[in-house]
Structures are given as C-alpha cells and as structure tokens.
C-alpha cells in the first residue's frame, strides 16, 4: 500500500477533527445566544480503496481511505416547535389581558378610601348629615365639595378609560407593523437558505434566526408554519398566508369607527385574529373597556336621574326662610348631556354658586325640615336601576349593588386572566425545557467533546509526522 494513501489518510483525519473542534467551539460560543440549536457532526468513512493485484479479482482486499464529515447536523425537534408556537399565542392573549384588566382595576381605585365606592358612600353621608342640620352653611358647603369631587371622579375614570383604549390602539398599529417586520425578515431568509441548500450546504444558523422569528410571531399572532420542497417556510395567519413562495401578504391598519382595524393589502378584508397578543388587545379594546364605559355611563345617569328626580320635588333654603308656599323648587342637582352622563356629569350651577339652592326640605313652611334631604340619603338603598342596566337584569340594584357587582366582575376577569396566564407561561416552559433539552448547549457536553477531537486531532498529527519521515527515508535516505 502506497505511504501517500496513509498521508491523504492522516491529512484527512487533521482536517476533520479541526472541523469537529470548529463546530465544538461554535456551539460553546452560543451556549447562551437565544434560538440557538445545538450542531453535531456526523462523521463518516471516506469510500475504500481497493487494492489491485494480479492474483485476486478487483472485489476483494478494500482499504480505508479515513474519515470525513457527512454533515452537521442541527439539534432540533419540530414537534417541539409546533407544540411551543401552539402555546406561545396562549401565553400572549393571557398575559395582554390580564395587564390589560389590571389597568383597567386601578381606574376604579379599589379596594380603597379613595376608590369610587367611598366617594359614592360619602356623597350619601353627607346628605345624612344635612338632615341632622338643614340650615348649617358648612354642612352645605361640604356637602358641594363632595358632590364635586364625586362627579370629577366619575368623568377622570371615564377619561382614563378613553385613554387606555386609544393606547390599546396604538399598540394594536405597532403589533402590526411587527407582524409585518417578522414576515419581511422570515421572506428574507427563505430566499437565503434555499439559495444555500441550492448548492448542496446546511444553512443551520440561518435556520435558527428563522425559527426565533417565528417563534416571536406566534407570541402576537396565532399562526401556522410548514417547509415546502425547498426548504422555505411558509406561514399561515387566520387561514390567509402570511408568507408565501417569494412574497409576504402585509397588513394595513384602516381607521374605522375612530380605531384602527387591521386589514388584509391582498383583498382589503379584515385579518381574523384568534390568538395571540394582538387578538387580546383587540378584545381589550373592542369589548372589555367599551363594556366598563357603558356601565359607568349606566351608573352616572341612574345616579343624576334619581337624585335629580328626588331634589326636583324639594324646597330650597330660601324658600323655607322666607316661608313661601307654592310648588318645589323644580332644580336640578346634577347636569349631564343626555347620553353621555359620564363623560359630562357635573354638579348643577345652582348649587355651586349658592349652596342655598340645595332643596333639603319637603314643606316651604318649616326652616328646619330636612325630609327631602333624607329621601336623598336613601336612594343609597333604594331600588334604582331597571331591567336594562348591566348587571341588573332583575332591576332590583340599587347603585351600590350595582357598582359592587360591576368591581367583582371586573376583578373575577383579572383572576380569570392571571390564572389563564400563569398556567400558561408553564406550559410554555415546560415546552420550552424539553425543547431545549434536544437542542440546548450542555457545556459539559461539549467539553468532552473538545478533549475527544482535540486527542483525534494530535493523534492524527503524529500519523502525519510519522508518514512524512518515512517518506523522508525513502526520499533522503535509502541508498541506490
């Protein structure tokens, strides 16, 4: 057999080690890069030799020729990913609502002294107390301020409320524009890797960029993902493709109705969302803030009608100082623009010029009467709200029941989300645990590795330098 043969064979076996230990140090180097999968090469005899001879057939006495690399391998188990991604858009949803209800729980300020359920409270008390004292200007005058601070409470929460959802649509426009982004890069990269396994390489690394992208996909949208015949992966969104055979499919954000509605550029039609972190802000945006809007609107006007309706029949103070008979004053307490009470509810200018004005008494003839005041005070407990207010299809809530049964829906909806959420985030890790335990980085692992190739490697080394020195002797050496 020719030295030459074990040479090659030598030099064969240098330069695969030196790539086992290249492809070692690549995987030690992105240990901790996220999306990164583990590579592994797959060594394999080069084809043997056969060695002629006169006195046996060409079939027999094959000779080893070394090793080469077939392939490197990327560590990764699609099972894994599809589960992830499935789970992924739950884990968005989740945690977009549940800090989108939590926004929403500190508009209301409860439980606490300065929640809207004290301020409701206190706004009573203060007409009990002007029953004990009908003609006492301080008690009057605090009473207005109550009243005052009652009404800027119910329109700041309804102003908070308009604000969070025109935010909620700003980040519905900005998850678009990523939707868009990802699917760019995703488009990007499939032209990238069929153009490397055109020419028969393993585009590895660009794999795993793809796979994070779509991986930070699913988390706003659900989403499907598959190879096509070349290696390119193609994405579906609300059963329209997203990304496609050398396009991507954009969406548009159109103002309708004042917010932004997302919109297919291919055919205009609205992109059904069904998951993800885009579908929680738009049920946040388009159902859960609207709901808390009306119903604040249904408590501010069951609260300016009733104790409109009760102050109307009243007598003011100076009705009762000057002892005027004749029908009740007819004033309002509150003013609001029909239909939009909480937006605009406000104590009646009447009252807050002369606190007079506020109709305590029942009879014009008595300057200590106080019933009026006290019928005010009961509307805490009196059956108010009808059949066609939220929460009151029976139509026997009174404005407390009413605001009580509106904070525990709220707050049964917060722990729905947050429960919903934590059991998904450890889903999600669970998933991602057993997915990194094919692909992930064991440094143990590979250390072990990079003592095997790194003793294949001066190993090989000395069967160079030990061919070479025969060659060397039959070169320099032998005599003719």
Do not use: C
Not at 292 to 319: F, R, S
Not at 400 to 429: C, H, M, P, T, W
Request: net charge negative.
């Amino acid at each position: 057999m020719s030295i030459l043969l074990g040479l090659n064979t030598g030099v064969r076996a240098l330069m695969t080690q030196q790539q086992a230990l290249n492809t070692t140090a690549h995987n030690i180097a992105n240990a901790n890069t996220p999306g990164y999968s583990r590579q592994d090469v797959m060594l394999h005899t080069t084809e043997p030799f056969t060695f002629p001879s006169m006195n046996r057939s060409a079939l027999a006495g094959q000779v080893g020729t070394g090793v080469t690399i077939d392939q490197v391998r990327r560590m990764r188990d699609t099972f894994f990913d599809v589960q992830y991604r499935q789970q992924n858009q739950g884990l968005g949803y989740w945690d977009t609502v549940s800090q989108g209800i939590h926004d929403i729980e500190d508009v209301y300020n409860e439980p606490s002294d300065q929640g809207l359920g004290q301020q409701l409270s206190q706004f009573f008390n203060q007409w009990r107390d002007l029953v004990n004292d009908p003609r006492n200007a301080a008690t009057r005058l605090t009473l207005k301020e109550q009243s005052l601070d009652l009404t800027s409470f119910i329109r700041r929460s309804y102003s908070e409320l308009v604000q969070q959802q025109h935010h909620l649509d700003d980040i519905v426009v900005q998850r678009v524009d990523q939707v868009n982004s990802l699917a760019d890069q995703i488009s990007a990269l499939n032209d990238q890797i069929g153009k490397v396994l055109a020419v028969g390489d393993t585009p590895n690394d660009l794999r795993d960029r793809r796979d994070l992208l779509l991986d930070d996909l699913s988390k706003i949208a659900r989403i499907t993902a598959f190879d096509n015949d070349r290696g390119e992966e193609m994405v579906n969104l609300g059963g329209v493709q997203l990304v496609g055979d050398n396009f991507t499919n954009k969406i548009n954000t159109v103002v309708n109705g004042g917010v932004h509605v997302p919109q297919w550029n291919s055919d205009g039609s609205t992109v059904n969302f069904t998951g993800g972190e885009l579908k929680g802000l738009l049920d946040l945006r388009d159902v859960n803030i609207p709901g808390q809007i009306a119903a604040l609107n249904t408590l501010a006007k069951a609260l300016l009608d009733d104790v409109n309706a009760q102050h109307q029949l009243g007598h003011t103070l100076n009705d009762t100082t000057n002892n005027s008979l004749g029908a009740s004053t007819g004033l309002d307490f509150f003013t609001a623009v029909a239909g939009n009470e909480a937006q605009t509810i406000d104590v009646s200018t009447d009252i807050q010029t002369d606190v007079n004005n506020i109709a305590a008494a029942s009879n014009a003839n008595a300057p200590g009467d106080s019933a009026n005041a006290d019928a005010i005070a009961g509307l805490q407990f009196s059956l108010v709200l009808g059949e066609t207010a939220p929460l009151a299809a029976d139509g026997t809530a009174t404005i407390e029941d009413y605001y009580r049964g509106l904070i525990s829906q709220l707050g049964s909806q917060g722990e729905q989300a947050k429960n919903q959420f934590d059991n998904q985030n450890l889903l999600v890790q669970h998933i991602e645990t057993a997915r990194q335990s094919v692909s992930g980085v064991s440094l143990d692992e590979e250390a072990t590795k990079q003592v095997e190739y790194q003793r294949g490697f001066e190993a090989a080394a000395r069967l160079v330098s030990t061919f070479d020195s025969m060659l060397d002797t039959i070169i320099n050496h032998m005599l003719i």
